[in-house]
C-alpha cells in the first residue's frame, strides 16, 4: 500500500485515481439554478451513477486502485474525529446560508448524521427547505421569514460539478496544488481536499504548492504534468496569470519537486475551452489531442528558477504547438490528433461533449467518452487502445473522463 502522491507524468501507468460518484447533489439542481450551478441540463442520476461505475470498473480491471474522495474525507472524520466539527464550522461559514437562526439549524439537522460517509454525502448534496423543520417561536426575525419565503428552494447548494474531480486540486509530481477555484459555486469542493491533505493518515504529509485561501485562482483541468520536470499550465477561463507565478515560487524551491519548468499556454477565455484539457491531453509518448481551433501559433510564456530563492525568470516563447511540446518532451517527432478528425462540425460537437479529454491508463491506453465517435474512429486508425466510456449522462455536465478523474500515483515512464 503506497502513501502519498506520484504523478510525474500524464501517461505512466495508472496505479491509484480518486473519483467521486455522483449523488444526490444532482437531484437538487432546479433547472432555473442551472447556470448559477454552472450546469448546462440536468442528468438522469440512476443513469449517470450506472456510467460512473462502468468507468470505475473499467479503470479497476486496468488494475488501477480507485479511490473515492466522499469516501476519503469519511476516513479523516473516522480517525480524526475533532476534524469533523472544525469542517462543518467551515462548511456553514462558506455555504451561504441566509437567515440569523438557519445556521444553527442546519448545524443541528448535519450533526444529527452520524454516520460520517452519509454525512459528507449530505453536506455535498446540499439541503432544501423541505429538508429543515423551522419552529416558528418568539426569537424568529424578519429576516429569517423573509428568507425562507424566498424565491429558491436551496438553504445550501448542492455541488453537482463534484464529480469533475480534476479540477478542486491537482497532484503535481509528489506534492498538491489545493486550489482556489474561479467560481463561488466550485470553490466550496476545496473544503474536501484541504481535509485530506491535512488529516488523512495517507495524504497528510504531502508538500501543498497552492492553497484555497490564495488571492488568485486556479483550476486542476489546467495543469498537465508532461514530465517529471516540466509542467504545462492553462492561462485561461478558470486559471489567472497571477495563480501561476504563486505556483511556480511554491513548486521551483520546495525540495519535494522536481520541476523546473512551467509553461503557460494562453487558451482562448471561452465555455468550449474552459481549461487547458479541454483543448489538449496527451495520450501516448509522442501523441497528444487536440482541439483544431488551438493549431498554429501559440503564445506561451516559459517560466523558470531563477538564481535566488523565489526569483522567477519568464520569457515568451511564440511557436507552433507541435515545435513547443517536441522541446518540452525531448520527443522528435509529436503528432496532434485533432478532435473530429479536423471535420469543423464534428470537431464542434465532439469537443463540446470532451473529445479531447481524455484519460491515459498507460501509453497509448485512453479512457474516452462512447458518444465521439468521429475522434475515436481517428484515434483507433492511429493504432491507440480504447477503453469506452458510455457517456449520455456523465457528458451533460461538460467534462470527460480526464475531467472526471484525479491520479494520485503513476508509474514512471
Not at 501559440?298 to 535566488?308: A, M
Amino acid at each position: 500500500m503506497t502513501k502519498g502522491l506520484h504523478v510525474p507524468s500524464e501517461i505512466g501507468a495508472l496505479k491509484k485515481v480518486c473519483l467521486h460518484r455522483p449523488g444526490e447533489e444532482l437531484l437538487n439542481l432546479p433547472p432555473f439554478e442551472l447556470e448559477r450551478l454552472l450546469f448546462d441540463d440536468v442528468p438522469f442520476l440512476e443513469v449517470a451513477q450506472e456510467e460512473h461505475d462502468t468507468f470505475a470498473q473499467i479503470l479497476r480491471d486496468q488494475g488501477v486502485e480507485v479511490l473515492y474522495l466522499e469516501k476519503l474525507v469519511a476516513e479523516v472524520f473516522d480517525t480524526v474525529p475533532e476534524a469533523r466539527e472544525e469542517f462543518l464550522d467551515q462548511y456553514i461559514a462558506e455555504a451561504g446560508i441566509k437567515g440569523q437562526e438557519m445556521p444553527k439549524v442546519v448545524r443541528e439537522k448535519l450533526n444529527s448524521i452520524t454516520d460520517n460517509l452519509e454525512f459528507v454525502q449530505k453536506t455535498m448534496a446540499g439541503l432544501t427547505k423541505a429538508e429543515i423543520d423551522m419552529p416558528l417561536h418568539a426569537s424568529t426575525t424578519l429576516d429569517s421569514l423573509v428568507n425562507s419565503d424566498s424565491e429558491s428552494d436551496l438553504i445550501i447548494d448542492p455541488m453537482p460539478n463534484l464529480y469533475f474531480t480534476r479540477d478542486p486540486f491537482a497532484v503535481v509530481g509528489n506534492g498538491v496544488c489545493l486550489n482556489r477555484m474561479y467560481s463561488v459555486t466550485r470553490n466550496r469542493e476545496t473544503l474536501y481536499g484541504k481535509y485530506i491533505f491535512k488529516y488523512h493518515p495517507d495524504y497528510k504529509d504531502v508538500s501543498l504548492y497552492f492553497r484555497r485561501d490564495a488571492a488568485f485562482h486556479t483550476e486542476g483541468g489546467d495543469v498537465l504534468n508532461i514530465n517529471e520536470h516540466t509542467l504545462a499550465v492553462g492561462i485561461s477561463q478558470r486559471t489567472q496569470a497571477a495563480a501561476i507565478d504563486v505556483m511556480a515560487q511554491n513548486i521551483f524551491w520546495n525540495s519535494d519537486s522536481k520541476v523546473d519548468r512551467i509553461l503557460a499556454f494562453d487558451i482562448p477565455n471561452n465555455r468550449a475551452m474552459m481549461h487547458l484539457d479541454t483543448v489538449f491531453t496527451q495520450i501516448d509518448v509522442d501523441k497528444f489531442t487536440i482541439h483544431p481551433a488551438i493549431m498554429g501559433t501559440l503564445k506561451v510564456y516559459e517560466l523558470t528558477p531563477g538564481t535566488t530563492p523565489g526569483d522567477v525568470k519568464i520569457k515568451e516563447i511564440c511557436d507552433t504547438l507541435e515545435h513547443i511540446l517536441e522541446d518540452a518532451t525531448g520527443v522528435d517527432q509529436i503528432k496532434l490528433i485533432p478532435c473530429g478528425g479536423g471535420d469543423p462540425i464534428a470537431a464542434a460537437r465532439e469537443q463540446w461533449n470532451d473529445g479531447s479529454n481524455t484519460l491515459a491508463v498507460a501509453p497509448g491506453k485512453i479512457c474516452v467518452y462512447a458518444r465521439n465517435t468521429v475522434t475515436n474512429d481517428v484515434l483507433y486508425k492511429e493504432g491507440l487502445d480504447l477503453l469506452v466510456v458510455p457517456s449520455a449522462e456523465l457528458s451533460r455536465g461538460r467534462g470527460g473522463p480526464r475531467c472526471m478523474s484525479m491520479p494520485f500515483w503513476r508509474e514512471d515512464l
